[in-house]
T-cell receptor, first 111, second 113 residues
Framework: QKEVEQNSGPLSVPEGAIASLNCTYS??????FFWYRQYSGKSPELIMF????GDKEDGRFTAQLNKASQYVSLLIRDSQPSDSATYLC???????????FGKGTHLIIQP | DAGVIQSPRHEVTEMGQEVTLRCKPI?????LFWYRQTMMRGLELLIY????????DSGMPEDRFSAKMPNASFSTLKIQPSEPRDSAVYFC???????????FGPGTRLTVT
């Protein structure tokens, strides 16, 4: 049974600071990794995906993948109150495969 | 471009009744996924289709649940008979087979009393 682990939080970060969200996964065969943002009462929204070891940057977001350590992270620079949400980490075996999700980390950006 | 469309958005039904949830994937996407989200268990994959063919239904909780995809633009998830423990938000997502990025619909909030 694949597992994805995240700290549930809440993680409280002051506005303008860097928010760091972490995730570990159990299956060494996992190929693809995703970060979704979910506001309360809304559906998950894809914000980043990463397939190779290293860093991937998109605007204020950076995803980091270390397959040897089975570790994925998401950095949010210049955090804004609108970034307050639950962040879900997910993995798949690659291609059109179903996703295994972590329970999510609740992030609070304090103005 | 329209995103994934789900209906109904809310469904309240009594135990024992049949429930049918509907999904229209993003045009051009050939993979479709059904997920269920609860506070206790989080977001769980129920079943997914590639090119309208069911690939993995190991997440379907029991025989009361069934899913079909009769064509590339429509899928249903049926629960018969429904039970209070089926209360959850059911999401449909779609992607292309070549790329793994899945895009979610707005969800159907199901309450079984």
């Amino acid at each position: 049974q694949k597992e994805v682990e995240q700290n549930s939080g809440p993680l409280s970060v002051p506005e303008g600071a860097i928010a760091s969200l972490n995730c570990t996964y159990s299956d060494r065969g996992s190929q693809s990794f995703f970060w979704y943002r979910q506001y309360s009462g809304k559906s998950p929204e894809l914000i980043m995906f990463i397939y190779s070891n290293g860093d991937k940057e998109d605007g204020r977001f950076t995803a980091q993948l270390n397959k040897a350590s089975q570790y994925v992270s998401l950095l949010i620079r210049d955090s804004q109150p609108s970034d307050s949400a639950t962040y879900l980490c997910a993995e798949s075996g690659g291609g059109a495969d179903g996703l295994t999700f972590g329970k999510g980390t609740h992030l609070i950006i304090q103005p | 471009d329209a995103g994934v469309i789900q209906s109904p958005r809310h469904e309240v039904t009594e135990m024992g009744q049949e429930v049918t949830l509907r999904c229209k994937p993003i045009s051009g996407h050939n993979s479709l996924f059904w997920y269920r989200q609860t506070m206790m268990r989080g977001l769980e994959l129920l079943i997914y289709f590639n090119n309208n063919v069911p690939i993995d239904d190991s997440g379907m909780p029991e025989d009361r649940f069934s899913a079909k995809m009769p064509n590339a633009s429509f899928s249903t998830l049926k629960i018969q008979p429904s039970e209070p423990r089926d209360s959850a938000v059911y999401f449909c997502a779609s992607s292309t087979i070549q790329e793994g990025e899945q895009y979610f619909g707005p969800g159907t909030r199901l309450t079984v009393t």
